[in-house]
């Protein structure tokens, strides 16, 4: 029963956070007769955030790949904002270090412009900071610099 319950928890939660991202970008989401740039809303007011950090801490493969890969390549090949940044912290580490698929996934976002970093106390925790690093990801202490992007104007974080 427990494990009914926190499988209906986990999914619940996915859907939570797939609707919202397609609430964060509007029509934006590419699918059925849909095209990646209409997420664009360039008439609404206020300044626009050029820059977005999106901060991977879930250790669930399914989370990376249906909901945080998924917005963080598609936010940078859309142009929604001009720099992605995809933050790799605390179990996300181990798991991209081992997980083929996803270290697939990362390297298209990374052709396509993406930037990804990781935080090296993390990745040392786990002792997968070589590893990342083989895979074309910066690793370095990160704590000082998602300080400045979550302090910074213009900068845009989410958290997955």
């Known amino acids: 029963m427990k494990g009914i319950?926190?499988?209906?928890l986990r999914d619940t939660v996915l859907v939570g956070l797939c609707i919202g991202a397609i609430g964060f970008v509007g029509s934006g989401c590419a699918g059925p007769g849909g095209s990646e740039s209409?997420?664009?809303?360039d008439a609404s007011a206020g300044p626009r955030?050029?820059?977005?950090?999106?901060?991977w801490t879930s250790g669930d493969p399914a989370v990376a790949e249906k909901v945080c890969f998924m917005y963080t390549h598609n936010a940078k090949k859309a142009g929604w904002f001009d720099r992605v940044v995809l933050i790799v912290w605390g179990?996300?580490?181990k798991l991209l270090s081992e997980d083929e698929r996803l270290q697939e996934y990362v390297e298209r976002m990374l052709?396509?412009?993406v930037e990804v970093?990781?935080?090296k106390a993390?990745?040392?925790?786990y002792g997968v900071s070589d590893r990342?690093?083989?895979l074309g990801i910066e690793v370095k202490y990160m704590g000082r610099p998602l300080t400045r992007m979550l302090k910074a104007d213009g900068w845009e974080v989410l958290t997955f």
């Open 111 to 113: 052709a396509d412009g």
């Open 117 to 119: 970093k990781a935080c």
């Open 91 to 93: 179990p996300s580490a």
């Open 5 to 8: 319950v926190l499988g209906y």
């Open 49 to 55: 955030a050029d820059s977005l950090a999106v901060l």
């Open 122 to 125: 993390c990745a040392d925790s």
């Open 132 to 134: 990342l690093a083989e």
């Open 38 to 41: 209409a997420g664009r809303d």
